[in-house]
Protein backbone atom coordinates (compact mmCIF):
# COMPACT_ATOMS: atom_id res chain seq x y z
CA UNK A 1 0.00 0.00 0.00
CA UNK A 2 1.40 3.33 -0.80
CA UNK A 3 0.49 6.42 1.40
CA UNK A 4 -2.65 6.93 -0.05
CA UNK A 5 -4.33 3.57 0.61
CA UNK A 6 -4.01 2.44 -2.85
CA UNK A 7 -2.05 -1.24 -3.64
CA UNK A 8 1.25 -0.64 -5.39
CA UNK A 9 1.13 -2.45 -9.00
CA UNK A 10 4.36 -4.16 -9.25
CA UNK A 11 4.66 -5.45 -12.99
CA UNK A 12 7.14 -8.03 -13.98
CA UNK A 13 9.24 -5.60 -16.81
CA UNK A 14 10.77 -7.41 -19.97
CA UNK A 15 9.82 -4.89 -22.26
CA UNK A 16 12.26 -5.33 -25.53
CA UNK A 17 13.15 -1.74 -24.69
CA UNK A 18 14.44 0.68 -27.81
CA UNK A 19 17.81 -0.75 -29.24
CA UNK A 20 15.80 -3.63 -29.74
CA UNK A 21 13.09 -1.80 -31.69
CA UNK A 22 15.97 -0.02 -33.80
CA UNK A 23 17.09 -2.87 -34.61
CA UNK A 24 13.97 -4.93 -35.68
CA UNK A 25 13.27 -1.60 -37.58
CA UNK A 26 16.52 -1.44 -39.45
CA UNK A 27 17.03 -5.18 -40.56
CA UNK A 28 13.44 -4.90 -41.71
CA UNK A 29 13.53 -2.22 -43.76
CA UNK A 30 16.53 -3.47 -45.87
CA UNK A 31 15.01 -6.20 -47.01
CA UNK A 32 14.01 -6.87 -50.80
CA UNK A 33 10.56 -7.17 -49.67
CA UNK A 34 10.55 -4.19 -46.56
CA UNK A 35 9.06 -5.32 -43.70
CA UNK A 36 8.01 -3.86 -40.18
CA UNK A 37 7.19 -6.27 -37.07
CA UNK A 38 2.91 -5.76 -36.46
CA UNK A 39 4.11 -6.21 -32.51
CA UNK A 40 5.20 -2.29 -32.70
CA UNK A 41 1.43 -0.76 -33.60
CA UNK A 42 0.60 -0.89 -29.83
CA UNK A 43 2.32 2.09 -28.44
CA UNK A 44 0.23 4.34 -26.17
CA UNK A 45 -1.74 5.94 -29.22
CA UNK A 46 -1.82 2.48 -31.33
CA UNK A 47 -3.22 0.68 -28.86
CA UNK A 48 -5.66 3.51 -28.48
CA UNK A 49 -6.74 3.14 -32.14
CA UNK A 50 -6.34 -0.59 -32.18
CA UNK A 51 -9.37 -0.17 -29.08
CA UNK A 52 -11.39 1.67 -31.92
CA UNK A 53 -10.84 -0.34 -34.29
CA UNK A 54 -12.91 -2.70 -32.26
CA UNK A 55 -15.29 -0.54 -31.58
CA UNK A 56 -16.45 -0.17 -35.50
CA UNK A 57 -19.25 -2.52 -37.08
CA UNK A 58 -16.95 -3.52 -39.45
CA UNK A 59 -14.33 -5.17 -38.31
CA UNK A 60 -16.21 -8.06 -37.08
CA UNK A 61 -13.96 -9.81 -34.61
CA UNK A 62 -14.45 -8.09 -31.78
CA UNK A 63 -17.98 -8.14 -31.13
CA UNK A 64 -17.77 -11.62 -33.15
CA UNK A 65 -15.97 -13.19 -30.60
CA UNK A 66 -17.45 -11.25 -27.26
CA UNK A 67 -21.10 -12.77 -28.40
CA UNK A 68 -19.74 -16.16 -28.63
CA UNK A 69 -18.45 -15.70 -25.39
CA UNK A 70 -21.38 -14.41 -23.90
CA UNK A 71 -23.18 -17.09 -25.33
CA UNK A 72 -20.92 -19.78 -24.08
CA UNK A 73 -19.28 -19.16 -21.44
CA UNK A 74 -21.26 -21.24 -18.92
CA UNK A 75 -19.84 -24.13 -20.62
CA UNK A 76 -16.42 -22.99 -20.96
CA UNK A 77 -16.48 -22.55 -17.19
CA UNK A 78 -17.44 -26.28 -17.19
CA UNK A 79 -14.76 -27.23 -20.07
CA UNK A 80 -11.61 -25.32 -18.17
CA UNK A 81 -12.41 -26.68 -14.86
CA UNK A 82 -12.02 -25.53 -11.24
CA UNK A 83 -8.69 -23.28 -9.57
CA UNK A 84 -7.57 -22.42 -12.42
CA UNK A 85 -4.39 -20.49 -13.00
CA UNK A 86 -5.39 -18.03 -16.61
CA UNK A 87 -2.93 -16.37 -18.19
CA UNK A 88 -3.41 -14.10 -21.18
CA UNK A 89 -0.94 -13.22 -23.73
CA UNK A 90 -1.73 -10.01 -24.92
CA UNK A 91 -4.07 -8.62 -22.80
CA UNK A 92 -5.16 -5.15 -24.09
CA UNK A 93 -8.06 -3.50 -22.16
CA UNK A 94 -8.79 -6.92 -20.96
CA UNK A 95 -12.24 -6.41 -22.29
CA UNK A 96 -13.28 -9.93 -23.40
CA UNK A 97 -11.52 -11.54 -20.28
CA UNK A 98 -14.43 -9.72 -17.95
CA UNK A 99 -16.28 -11.83 -19.20
CA UNK A 100 -14.13 -15.03 -17.49
CA UNK A 101 -13.13 -13.11 -14.83
CA UNK A 102 -16.79 -12.63 -13.99
CA UNK A 103 -17.56 -16.65 -13.83
CA UNK A 104 -14.77 -18.13 -13.44
CA UNK A 105 -15.20 -17.69 -9.57
CA UNK A 106 -12.71 -19.80 -7.76
CA UNK A 107 -10.20 -18.59 -9.95
CA UNK A 108 -6.29 -18.59 -8.50
CA UNK A 109 -4.60 -15.74 -10.14
CA UNK A 110 -5.03 -13.88 -13.12
CA UNK A 111 -1.67 -13.01 -15.32
CA UNK A 112 -2.15 -10.26 -17.90
CA UNK A 113 0.78 -10.09 -20.20
CA UNK A 114 1.48 -6.86 -22.74
CA UNK A 115 3.84 -5.27 -24.87
CA UNK A 116 2.37 -1.93 -23.91
CA UNK A 117 3.47 -0.87 -20.38
CA UNK A 118 0.64 1.80 -19.98
CA UNK A 119 -1.95 0.10 -20.83
CA UNK A 120 -1.05 -2.82 -18.71
CA UNK A 121 -0.52 -0.48 -15.44
CA UNK A 122 -4.07 1.37 -16.14
CA UNK A 123 -5.69 -1.78 -16.87
CA UNK A 124 -4.15 -3.68 -13.63
CA UNK A 125 -5.07 -0.60 -11.62
CA UNK A 126 -9.12 -0.69 -12.43
CA UNK A 127 -8.95 -4.96 -12.33
CA UNK A 128 -7.70 -4.10 -8.71
CA UNK A 129 -10.72 -2.26 -8.27
CA UNK A 130 -13.08 -4.08 -10.32
CA UNK A 131 -12.00 -7.50 -8.68
CA UNK A 132 -10.88 -6.67 -4.71
CA UNK A 133 -10.22 -10.16 -4.27
CA UNK A 134 -8.43 -11.23 -7.19
CA UNK A 135 -4.50 -11.61 -7.23
CA UNK A 136 -3.49 -9.75 -10.51
CA UNK A 137 0.53 -10.29 -11.67
CA UNK A 138 1.02 -8.24 -14.49
CA UNK A 139 3.92 -8.65 -17.12
CA UNK A 140 5.18 -6.31 -19.45
CA UNK A 141 6.87 -8.70 -22.24
CA UNK A 142 7.15 -9.26 -25.87
CA UNK A 143 5.66 -12.81 -25.80
CA UNK A 144 7.30 -13.56 -28.93
CA UNK A 145 10.82 -13.88 -26.77
CA UNK A 146 11.34 -15.39 -23.54
CA UNK A 147 10.37 -14.50 -19.80
CA UNK A 148 9.16 -15.39 -16.70
CA UNK A 149 6.42 -16.45 -15.33
CA UNK A 150 5.38 -14.63 -12.11
CA UNK A 151 3.96 -17.54 -9.32
CA UNK A 152 0.85 -17.02 -7.50
CA UNK A 153 0.06 -16.93 -3.65
CA UNK A 154 -2.49 -19.90 -3.81
CA UNK A 155 -1.60 -23.15 -5.40
CA UNK A 156 -3.49 -24.30 -9.01
CA UNK A 157 -5.47 -26.81 -10.26
CA UNK A 158 -4.00 -26.05 -14.07
CA UNK A 159 -2.73 -23.58 -16.08
CA UNK A 160 -4.95 -21.91 -18.76
CA UNK A 161 -3.48 -19.81 -21.74
CA UNK A 162 -6.13 -17.09 -22.68
CA UNK A 163 -5.06 -15.75 -26.33
CA UNK A 164 -8.36 -14.20 -28.15
CA UNK A 165 -8.72 -11.33 -30.69
CA UNK A 166 -7.09 -14.64 -33.22
CA UNK A 167 -3.61 -12.41 -32.44
CA UNK A 168 -2.20 -16.27 -33.84
CA UNK A 169 -3.20 -15.32 -37.38
CA UNK A 170 -0.52 -12.64 -36.87
CA UNK A 171 2.10 -15.20 -36.86
CA UNK A 172 3.48 -16.99 -40.16
CA UNK A 173 2.67 -20.89 -40.04
CA UNK A 174 6.32 -21.76 -38.48
CA UNK A 175 6.23 -19.45 -35.84
CA UNK A 176 2.46 -20.01 -34.80
CA UNK A 177 3.32 -23.72 -34.62
CA UNK A 178 6.34 -23.15 -32.46
CA UNK A 179 4.27 -20.99 -30.67
CA UNK A 180 1.25 -23.07 -29.66
CA UNK A 181 4.10 -25.54 -28.71
CA UNK A 182 5.78 -22.76 -26.33
CA UNK A 183 2.48 -22.14 -24.64
CA UNK A 184 1.88 -26.29 -25.01
CA UNK A 185 4.64 -26.07 -22.22
CA UNK A 186 3.67 -23.09 -20.26
CA UNK A 187 0.04 -24.76 -19.75
CA UNK A 188 2.06 -28.59 -19.05
CA UNK A 189 -0.15 -31.68 -18.90
CA UNK A 190 -3.43 -31.22 -18.01
CA UNK A 191 -3.34 -27.51 -18.82
CA UNK A 192 -5.35 -26.07 -21.62
CA UNK A 193 -5.53 -22.86 -24.25
CA UNK A 194 -8.35 -21.22 -24.84
CA UNK A 195 -7.95 -19.64 -28.00
CA UNK A 196 -10.07 -17.37 -30.89
CA UNK A 197 -9.35 -18.09 -34.41
CA UNK A 198 -10.94 -16.64 -37.32
CA UNK A 199 -12.18 -18.08 -39.89
CA UNK A 200 -11.74 -18.11 -43.60
CA UNK A 201 -14.87 -16.53 -45.25
CA UNK A 202 -16.26 -13.99 -48.35
CA UNK A 203 -13.26 -11.80 -48.98
CA UNK A 204 -15.86 -8.73 -49.18
CA UNK A 205 -16.34 -9.44 -45.73
CA UNK A 206 -12.57 -9.17 -45.17
CA UNK A 207 -11.97 -6.23 -47.61
CA UNK A 208 -14.60 -4.14 -45.29
CA UNK A 209 -13.01 -5.24 -42.56
CA UNK A 210 -9.59 -3.98 -42.60
CA UNK A 211 -10.17 -0.89 -45.12
CA UNK A 212 -13.08 0.37 -42.94
CA UNK A 213 -15.15 3.40 -43.88
CA UNK A 214 -13.99 6.15 -41.17
CA UNK A 215 -10.10 5.46 -41.80
CA UNK A 216 -9.34 4.31 -38.81
CA UNK A 217 -7.43 0.98 -39.50
CA UNK A 218 -5.13 3.16 -41.95
CA UNK A 219 -4.48 5.79 -39.45
CA UNK A 220 -3.19 2.53 -37.45
CA UNK A 221 -1.17 1.53 -40.00
CA UNK A 222 0.32 4.59 -40.49
CA UNK A 223 1.02 5.24 -36.86
CA UNK A 224 3.60 2.98 -36.82
CA UNK A 225 5.91 5.34 -39.32
CA UNK A 226 4.99 8.17 -36.80
CA UNK A 227 6.09 6.41 -34.02
CA UNK A 228 9.30 5.73 -36.27
CA UNK A 229 9.56 9.28 -36.35
CA UNK A 230 8.89 9.79 -32.56
CA UNK A 231 11.17 7.21 -31.16
CA UNK A 232 13.68 6.77 -33.92
CA UNK A 233 14.17 10.50 -35.29
CA UNK A 234 13.35 8.92 -38.82
CA UNK A 235 11.68 11.53 -41.17
CA UNK A 236 8.55 9.23 -42.63
CA UNK A 237 6.36 12.15 -44.72
CA UNK A 238 3.45 10.24 -43.11
CA UNK A 239 1.03 11.88 -46.79
CA UNK A 240 3.60 10.17 -48.73
CA UNK A 241 2.70 6.42 -47.64
CA UNK A 242 -0.79 5.07 -47.81
CA UNK A 243 -2.53 2.20 -46.08
CA UNK A 244 -3.05 -0.94 -48.28
CA UNK A 245 -4.79 -4.17 -47.16
CA UNK A 246 -5.90 -7.28 -49.36
CA UNK A 247 -7.32 -10.71 -48.48
CA UNK A 248 -4.78 -13.15 -50.04
CA UNK A 249 -6.78 -16.04 -51.13
CA UNK A 250 -3.24 -18.26 -52.27
CA UNK A 251 -2.40 -17.34 -49.11
CA UNK A 252 -5.25 -17.21 -46.72
CA UNK A 253 -4.03 -14.43 -45.35
CA UNK A 254 -5.07 -10.41 -45.26
CA UNK A 255 -1.82 -8.39 -45.68
CA UNK A 256 -1.30 -4.87 -44.74
CA UNK A 257 1.15 -2.79 -46.27
CA UNK A 258 2.38 0.91 -46.45
CA UNK A 259 2.58 1.90 -50.05
CA UNK A 260 5.30 4.45 -51.17
CA UNK A 261 3.64 6.67 -53.38
CA UNK A 262 6.66 8.53 -55.04
CA UNK A 263 9.97 7.65 -55.33
CA UNK A 264 11.85 8.77 -52.04
CA UNK A 265 14.22 8.26 -49.35
CA UNK A 266 13.81 8.11 -45.61
CA UNK A 267 16.40 8.65 -42.97
CA UNK A 268 16.19 7.14 -39.77
CA UNK A 269 18.78 7.02 -36.91
CA UNK A 270 21.85 7.48 -39.32
CA UNK A 271 20.54 5.26 -41.99
CA UNK A 272 19.59 5.89 -45.48
CA UNK A 273 16.35 3.82 -46.66
CA UNK A 274 15.59 4.22 -50.30
CA UNK A 275 12.03 4.03 -51.59
CA UNK A 276 10.70 3.04 -55.20
CA UNK A 277 7.00 4.52 -56.25
CA UNK A 278 4.95 1.91 -55.50
CA UNK A 279 7.08 -0.03 -53.21
CA UNK A 280 5.65 -1.44 -49.72
CA UNK A 281 6.59 -2.17 -46.63
CA UNK A 282 4.33 -5.32 -45.58
CA UNK A 283 3.89 -4.22 -41.89
CA UNK A 284 1.16 -7.45 -41.11
CA UNK A 285 -0.15 -10.37 -41.87
CA UNK A 286 -3.68 -11.66 -40.46
CA UNK A 287 -4.34 -15.07 -41.50
CA UNK A 288 -7.63 -17.23 -41.44
CA UNK A 289 -8.56 -20.51 -40.77
CA UNK A 290 -10.58 -23.61 -41.61
CA UNK A 291 -11.46 -25.47 -38.84
CA UNK A 292 -9.69 -28.40 -40.01
CA UNK A 293 -6.35 -26.47 -40.94
CA UNK A 294 -6.56 -25.00 -37.27
CA UNK A 295 -7.14 -28.49 -35.74
CA UNK A 296 -3.76 -29.96 -37.44
CA UNK A 297 -1.77 -26.81 -36.69
CA UNK A 298 -2.73 -27.89 -32.89
CA UNK A 299 -2.37 -31.09 -33.05
CA UNK A 300 1.25 -30.97 -34.83
CA UNK A 301 2.19 -28.56 -31.60
CA UNK A 302 0.61 -31.08 -29.22
CA UNK A 303 -2.68 -30.15 -28.14
CA UNK A 304 -6.35 -31.42 -28.85
CA UNK A 305 -8.53 -29.66 -30.04
CA UNK A 306 -11.60 -30.12 -27.55
CA UNK A 307 -14.32 -27.89 -27.98
CA UNK A 308 -15.33 -25.59 -30.75
CA UNK A 309 -17.89 -22.61 -30.00
CA UNK A 310 -18.42 -20.17 -33.52
CA UNK A 311 -21.25 -17.73 -34.33
CA UNK A 312 -24.49 -18.95 -36.21
CA UNK A 313 -22.31 -17.51 -39.67
CA UNK A 314 -19.05 -19.00 -39.30
CA UNK A 315 -17.10 -16.26 -38.94
CA UNK A 316 -15.28 -16.71 -35.96
CA UNK A 317 -14.28 -19.52 -33.04
CA UNK A 318 -13.40 -20.18 -30.15
CA UNK A 319 -11.67 -22.79 -29.28
CA UNK A 320 -10.47 -24.70 -26.20
CA UNK A 321 -7.45 -26.94 -26.60
CA UNK A 322 -6.15 -29.39 -23.93
CA UNK A 323 -2.11 -30.61 -24.31
CA UNK A 324 -1.91 -34.10 -24.79
CA UNK A 325 1.66 -34.40 -22.98
CA UNK A 326 3.96 -35.04 -26.00
CA UNK A 327 3.91 -33.15 -29.36
CA UNK A 328 3.82 -35.79 -32.32
CA UNK A 329 6.54 -33.24 -34.49
C1 LIG B 1 -6.78 -8.71 -33.74
C2 LIG B 1 -4.48 -8.29 -33.47
C3 LIG B 1 -5.23 -10.13 -34.69
O1 LIG B 1 -5.07 -9.14 -37.46
O2 LIG B 1 -7.15 -8.64 -37.17
C4 LIG B 1 -6.99 -5.15 -36.81
C5 LIG B 1 -5.19 -6.52 -35.61
N1 LIG B 1 -5.07 -5.26 -37.75
N2 LIG B 1 -7.04 -4.46 -37.95
C6 LIG B 1 -5.97 -8.60 -36.85
C7 LIG B 1 -5.74 -5.68 -36.69
C8 LIG B 1 -5.88 -4.51 -38.52
C9 LIG B 1 -5.57 -7.90 -35.61
N3 LIG B 1 -5.48 -8.72 -34.40
Not at 168 to 179: C, L, T
Not at 216 to 235: C, K, P, Q, S
Not at 263 to 288: N, R
Request: proline share 5%; aromatic share 10%; glycine share 8%.
Amino acid sequence: MDSKGNKQIRVHDFNPGQEVFRAEVISGLRKAQKELPCKYFYDEHGSLLYERICTLEEYYVPHTETSIMEDYIDEMVQVLGPHVLLIEYGSGDCAKTRILLNHLCDLVAYVPIDISREQLLHVTEQLASDYPKLEVLPVCADYTSGFELPVPSQPSDHVVVYFPGSTIGNFEPGPARHFLEHIAAVCGPGGGLLIGVDLKKDPGVLHHAYNDSQGVTAAFNLNLLDRINRELDGDFQLESFEHYAFYNPQEGRVEMHLVSLKDQTVHLDGVTVPFASGESIWTESSYKFSLDEFKQMAAVAGFKVEHVWTDEQQWFSVQYLVNTGGTTS
